[in-house]
């Protein structure tokens, strides 16, 4: 019985401590910090990272994210949106052997990663990248040949005892998003998502 108390104790504390990091988060585009990277894709989508986490604002919405370190907040831009992810220790990994870490397919990290002894490793304190992010916004097609781009954010933590996330859809020229849960590296695929995946331009 003490021991069931202990372990729903340590549970507890995990979760409530992950729902106060993400809502203690600030607004990065706010910051006076030359670290931070800041980003006008149009005049209603705004992208801002740096060292502290990230902040989208989407319209009248925004969307704040706190960076915990490089396996509890990680961050990509995705360009299209897969049934799942390769993961490794907790990480996003790419196709190539050895797997390449914080590379996933169609998938970009947005902090800086260095050379190290086993391949590409983040920076610790976190550096936010300069990134090229027009390569990196998803395109859909849609009727009589138009067609609807959108920023998406996955945001995922490698945990052991957590691994989940979401994939936050903005469309860059509507005000609703939508948000797709990610667990154990799968997407929840719901009638949302796979259309999403079938009208998604595939571009690698």
């Known amino acids: 019985?003490?021991?069931?108390?202990f372990f729903s104790l340590i549970f507890i504390f995990i979760l409530l401590n992950n729902v106060y990091a993400e809502s203690n988060s600030e607004d990065i585009c706010t910051q006076k910090n030359t670290k931070n990277k800041i980003i006008n894709i149009n005049k209603d989508v705004i992208f801002c990272y740096g060292p502290e986490g990230l902040t989208i604002k989407h319209f009248e919405n925004t969307h704040?994210?706190?960076?915990?370190?490089?396996?509890?907040?990680?961050?990509?831009?995705?360009?299209?949106?897969?049934?799942?992810?390769?993961?490794?220790?907790?990480?996003?990994v790419g196709r190539a052997i050895p797997p390449p870490k914080y590379q996933p397919e169609n998938a970009l990290y947005v902090y800086k990663l260095t050379e190290a002894?086993?391949?590409?490793?983040?920076?610790?304190?976190?550096?936010?990248?300069q990134i090229r992010y027009g390569k990196y916004l998803m395109t859909?097609?849609?009727?009589?040949?138009?067609?609807?781009?959108?920023?998406?954010?996955l945001r995922y933590n490698g945990l052991k005892n957590i691994s989940n996330g979401e994939v936050l859809f903005l469309p860059l020229t509507d005000k609703k998003s939508s948000t797709f849960r990610v667990e154990k590296?799968?997407?929840?695929?719901?009638?949302?998502?796979k259309m999403i995946n079938k009208l998604t331009i595939k571009r690698r």
């Open 185 to 193: 590296c799968r997407i929840v695929m719901n009638e949302q998502a």
């Open 1 to 5: 019985m003490i021991k069931y108390l």
């Open 64 to 92: 704040n994210f706190q960076f915990i370190n490089h396996i509890e907040s990680q961050f990509y831009l995705i360009k299209t949106l897969p049934t799942g992810f390769r993961c490794r220790d907790g990480v996003l």
């Open 117 to 129: 002894k086993y391949g590409l490793e983040p920076l610790f304190p976190a550096v936010a990248d």
């Open 140 to 153: 859909l097609a849609r009727h009589e040949g138009r067609k609807m781009r959108a920023l998406a954010i």
